[in-house]
Nanobody, 123 residues
Framework: QAQLAESGGGLVQAGGSLRLSCAAS????????LGWFRQAPGKEREIVAA????????YYSGSVKGRFTISRDNLKNTVDLQMNSLKPEDTAVYYC????????????????WGQGTQVTVSS
């Protein structure tokens, strides 16, 4: 059964860095865009970053552009999110997701989800 599993979340002080990883298993994600979303308490799930197949295009939300970097390793079937200069408003549960499309930047385009990993940024 295909699944996505996130790791790397935790507690960090404002200004610090974290690297999230997502391992895809059970199938190849060739031809699939991969993305990172986040959901803070009381808020809707929002896209943070997305990367196309095979990785030539990326998308970042305005709130993280210049601070976060998404990358994928197609041989290992993984997608990472490097988060620098973290702010308290980055606190959320972060989800890895896979799309049916080769590039996707909106929530409805993603159909497979991981369980999420908590990121907490203290001020």
């Amino acid at each position: 059964q295909a699944q996505l599993a996130e790791s790397g979340g935790g507690l960090v002080q404002a200004g610090g860095s974290l690297r999230l990883s997502c391992a895809a298993s059970g199938r190849s994600f060739s031809n699939n865009a991969l993305g990172w979303f986040r959901q803070a308490p009381g808020k809707e799930r929002e896209i943070v970053a997305a990367i196309s197949w095979p990785g030539t295009k990326t998308y970042y939300s305005g709130s993280v552009k210049g601070r976060f970097t998404i990358s994928r390793d197609n041989l290992k079937n993984t997608v990472d999110l490097q988060m620098n200069s973290l702010k308290p408003e980055d606190t959320a549960v972060y989800y890895c997701a896979a799309s049916l499309y080769s590039f996707a930047t909106t929530f409805p385009e993603y159909t497979m989800w991981g369980q999420g990993t908590q990121v907490t940024v203290s001020s």
